[in-house]
């Protein structure tokens, strides 16, 4: 199954390459051997991180112990307060919007959604609250009901354009049934795609970051329903010339329909094939980010189960490392020289700064290499948890919009 997955030859030649540039500075690991065999039970939970475009090369190789493995015996290894967190509280974080609205609609795939769901609200004033819901039983869902007919885009219009040390523009529209927002555009064509949004609605806004100042580009938006369904407007044209804010014919406070005066928000389930369909309507307008914790709602996988009932999972990870170790001094055994070139590691959020649930700390808060790069493989270069360094920057940074 897992060599199945390498069947792309630019995915084998980079990881090839990158493998033998860096080979004389990766370090065998003290227990590196005990790290031959993981995909015998997380194959399951590798094969998205498999399919990337980019792959770590000790992951694409299979050599887990490169990052995976303790330094020094376990028996002998002190204490790692920050990683003895990490079982107190696992959220997969599953789907997120920053556009800061009051409904939001996520696809939730079924075989990562467990016994609740977390809900964390970011509000325009950089405000979190945090929520949680019990998810009911799948198959007593009703299922989404299909209309037969595509959506209608209406409303599309530029809503900012923003110059400071980063230059956005924030394009907006309408559609009459839930879908997904997307913007192709570019300076004489449209070439160039904004990033798949993973939130559903009626209401849509894409930030555009690649831009230059002082140009005419053109643009359409793109809606694509549940069912596969895509809709595109006819090209429309904005300048970065000068800033611009469009007045608000959206109202942003308030309770929604069928909201009580206390609630902070309502959640709704339905059936989407094997998924869940999660409509949240919210008090207040807020930038949502949806992860998923309990106990999983799907039978063991055999592998897991003859673990538990033979007791060998022990041994067999007798030498993993902590999340301290391996998202940050095991990325020094390869890229130690680019220790003066990259983003400060090992460090708190300045005063008020709050970091995005996508972009994981320490249990204590602390940045990490992990925070901006995903460790097993990425879509983008550098292995970067967004497309380009203005996205991943302004995730936290946003003061420099």
């Given at each position: 199954?897992?060599?199945?997955?390498?069947?792309?030859?630019?995915?084998?030649?980079?990881?090839?390459?990158c493998?033998?540039?860096?080979?004389?500075?990766?370090?065998?690991?003290?227990?590196?051997?005990?790290?031959?065999?993981?995909?015998?039970?997380?194959?399951?939970?590798?094969?998205?991180?498999?399919?990337?475009?980019?792959?770590h090369?000790?992951?694409?190789?299979?050599?887990?112990?490169?990052?995976?493995?303790?330094?020094?015996?376990?028996?002998?290894?002190?204490?790692?307060?920050?990683?003895?967190?990490?079982?107190?509280?696992?959220?997969?974080?599953?789907?997120?919007?920053?556009?800061?609205?009051?409904?939001?609609?996520?696809?939730?795939?079924?075989?990562?959604?467990?016994?609740?769901?977390?809900i964390?609200?970011?509000?325009?004033?950089?405000?979190?609250s945090?929520?949680?819901?019990t998810?009911?039983?799948?198959?007593?869902?009703?299922e989404?009901?299909?209309?037969?007919?595509?959506?209608?885009?209406?409303?599309?219009?530029?809503?900012?354009?923003?110059?400071?040390?980063?230059?956005?523009?924030?394009?907006?529209?309408?559609?009459?049934?839930?879908?997904?927002?997307?913007?192709?555009?570019?300076n004489?064509d449209?070439?160039?795609?904004?990033?798949?949004?993973?939130?559903?609605?009626?209401?849509?806004?894409?930030?555009?970051?690649?831009?230059?100042?002082?140009?005419?580009y053109?643009?359409?938006v793109?809606?694509t329903?549940?069912?596969?369904?895509?809709?595109?407007s006819?090209?429309?044209?904005?300048?970065?010339?000068?800033?611009?804010?469009?007045?608000?014919?959206?109202?942003?406070?308030?309770?929604?329909?069928?909201?009580?005066?206390?609630?902070?928000?309502?959640?709704?389930?339905?059936?989407?094939?094997?998924?869940?369909?999660?409509?949240l309507?919210?008090?207040?307008?807020?930038?949502?980010?949806?992860?998923?914790?309990?106990?999983?709602?799907?039978?063991?996988?055999?592998?897991?189960?003859?673990?538990?009932?033979?007791?060998?999972?022990?041994?067999?990870?007798?030498?993993?490392s902590?999340q301290?170790?391996?998202?940050?001094?095991?990325?020094?055994?390869?890229?130690?020289?680019?220790?003066?070139?990259?983003?400060?590691v090992?460090?708190?959020?300045?005063?008020?700064?709050?970091?995005?649930?996508?972009?994981?700390t320490?249990?204590?808060?602390?940045?990490?290499?992990?925070?901006?790069?995903?460790?097993?493989?990425s879509?983008?270069e550098?292995?970067?948890?967004?497309?380009?360094k203005?996205?991943?920057?302004?995730?936290?940074?946003?003061?420099?919009?």
């Amino acid at each position: 199954m897992r060599r199945g997955l390498f069947t792309s030859f630019s995915i084998i030649r980079f990881s090839i390459f990158c493998s033998c540039s860096l080979g004389f500075l990766l370090p065998l690991s003290v227990n590196a051997h005990d790290f031959k065999s993981c995909d015998s039970c997380h194959a399951p939970d590798l094969a998205e991180d498999y399919g990337r475009i980019y792959l770590h090369p000790p992951f694409a190789l299979e050599e887990c112990g490169k990052c995976h493995a303790a330094e020094i015996p376990a028996d002998q290894k002190p204490k790692d307060k920050s990683a003895g967190q990490l079982d107190r509280r696992k959220i997969d974080w599953l789907a997120d919007t920053s556009m800061v609205y009051t409904s939001h609609v996520f696809l939730l795939p079924g075989g990562k959604v467990r016994d609740n769901l977390v809900i964390e609200m970011r509000e325009p004033d950089g405000k979190f609250s945090r929520r949680e819901i019990t998810v009911p039983i799948l198959n007593d869902l009703a299922e989404v009901a299909d209309s037969g007919q595509p959506s209608t885009i209406s409303d599309v219009r530029v809503l900012k354009v923003e110059r400071g040390v980063f230059l956005s523009v924030t394009i907006g529209w309408q559609t009459d049934t839930l879908s997904y927002a997307q913007v192709r555009y570019g300076n004489r064509d449209l070439s160039l795609t904004s990033e798949p949004g993973k939130r559903l609605g009626l209401r849509h806004e894409v930030v555009l970051f690649n831009l230059k100042p002082d140009q005419t580009y053109r643009y359409s938006v793109v809606s694509t329903d549940l069912f596969g369904r895509t809709e595109a407007s006819e090209p429309r044209e904005f300048s970065t010339s000068d800033p611009y804010v469009a007045p608000s014919t959206v109202a942003t406070s308030g309770n929604p329909p069928g909201m009580g005066t206390d609630e902070v928000f309502a959640g709704n389930f339905k059936r989407f094939g094997a998924d869940y369909l999660l409509e949240l309507n919210l008090a207040q307008p807020a930038a949502v980010y949806v992860g998923s914790n309990g106990k999983a709602r799907q039978k063991i996988l055999p592998a897991l189960s003859a673990i538990a009932a033979t007791g060998k999972e022990n041994a067999s990870h007798k030498g993993l490392s902590g999340q301290a170790i391996n998202s940050m001094k095991a990325c020094r055994n390869c890229h130690s020289k680019q220790s003066t070139a990259t983003h400060p590691v090992n460090v708190f959020p300045k005063p008020g700064m709050t970091i995005p649930p996508e972009y994981p700390t320490l249990p204590d808060g602390r940045i990490t290499c992990g925070s901006c790069h995903i460790s097993h493989s990425s879509n983008y270069e550098y292995l970067a948890r967004k497309r380009g360094k203005r996205e991943l920057c302004v995730g936290c940074h946003k003061d420099m919009l």
